[in-house]
């Protein structure tokens, strides 16, 4: 069993900026795949980005590539998701989420493990 635990969200004008991070306990693994996925009011889950545990290959949704950027710390067994330029378009709750797998997915239901989520708000 992997329990991962988001924090950092908050209120923030557009053009902001804010750190997500996603704390992992119990059954983690150098094999486990993280992302971060986010969710609007009467909207689908959407993958935001995704990074392989051990710290390869990064992965990110067209409509956050450049603004966005997610780091590990293995030491730490965290995520971190820092979001720059923030749009009020990418106000959404954001979910932390691992799979059993090294390799990331961009599709929610592949993933094992979820955060209870965090509310960013990009507004004015």
């Known amino acids: 069993q992997v329990h991962l635990v988001e924090s950092g969200g908050g209120l923030v004008q557009p053009g902001g900026s804010l750190r997500l991070s996603c704390a992992a306990s119990g059954r983690t693994s150098s094999r486990n795949a993280m992302a971060w996925f986010r969710q609007a009011p009467r909207k689908d889950r959407e993958f935001v980005g995704g990074?392989?545990?051990?710290?390869?290959?990064?992965y990110y949704a067209d409509s956050v590539k450049g603004r966005f950027t997610i780091s590990s710390d293995n030491a730490k067994n965290t995520v971190d998701l820092q979001m720059n330029s923030l749009k009020p378009e990418d106000t959404a709750v954001y979910y932390c989420a691992a799979r059993s797998s090294i390799w990331v997915s961009t599709t929610s239901r592949e993933y094992n493990y979820w955060g209870q989520g965090t509310q960013v708000t990009v507004s004015s």
């Open positions: 990074i392989n545990w051990n710290g390869g290959t990064v």
